[in-house]
């Protein structure tokens, strides 16, 4: 059984450790930070990454990533491209484009990238899922938190976080 642990937390837009408790239930206190307004939960809920996909197998994205068909992978592919059209009135002209998709899961978003000319990586806390991509796909795809993967600054044109900031 995975198991998630409470950590007491700074407001994580000013840092400050002052608060106002909102609402205190048996799982959850909702706090407003006394500096600066946000709302958050303290104590946050952590869970340890070796423990993590035994949550996540029952997600239907992660239901849906370990059984992907061939739709979904060009469907991936397509978005990507539109995407990236989108992307390319905010960069300055290249031929060759990085991206890193944090959150990547199996690396379809990576892979739909490589496929079209871009380099690209992922990282996910999710180590099945991670395994499962690199056989998959051939592409290069770390089982760590973003925090300890120390990618270079400025490395990419793109950093993707599609379905983790609510997660966050």
């Given at each position: 059984?995975?198991?998630?642990?409470?950590?007491e937390i700074n407001c994580n837009s000013c840092g400050s450790q002052q608060?106002?408790?909102l609402t205190d239930d048996?799982?959850?206190?909702?706090v407003k930070c006394a500096d600066c307004g946000l709302i958050y939960v303290n104590p946050m809920p952590f869970i340890p990454q070796d423990?993590?996909?035994?949550?996540?197998?029952?997600?239907?994205?992660?239901?849906?990533?370990?059984?992907?068909?061939?739709?979904?992978i060009d469907h991936t592919i397509k978005t990507?491209?539109?995407?990236?059209?989108?992307?390319?009135?905010?960069?300055?002209?290249?031929?060759k484009r990085s991206l890193l998709d944090v959150g990547c899961?199996?690396?379809?978003?990576?892979?739909?990238a490589k496929e079209l000319g871009w380099s690209a990586c992922g990282c996910?806390?999710?180590?099945?899922?991670?395994?499962?991509?690199?056989?998959?796909?051939?592409?290069?795809?770390?089982?760590?938190?973003?925090?300890d993967c120390h990618y270079a600054d400025e490395n990419f044109d793109v950093v993707n976080l599609k379905y983790v900031l609510e997660h966050l």
């Open positions: 059984m995975c198991m998630s642990i409470l950590k608060y106002h408790t048996k799982e959850f206190r909702v423990t993590f996909h035994e949550i996540s197998s029952d997600f239907y994205y992660t239901d849906v990533q370990e059984n992907l068909e061939a739709e979904k990507f491209e539109q995407q990236a059209q989108e992307w390319s009135a905010f960069l300055p002209a290249s031929d899961g199996t690396g379809l978003f990576v892979n739909a996910d806390v999710d180590k099945p899922l991670v395994e499962l991509g690199r056989n998959r796909f051939d592409i290069e795809l770390s089982h760590a938190d973003l925090h």
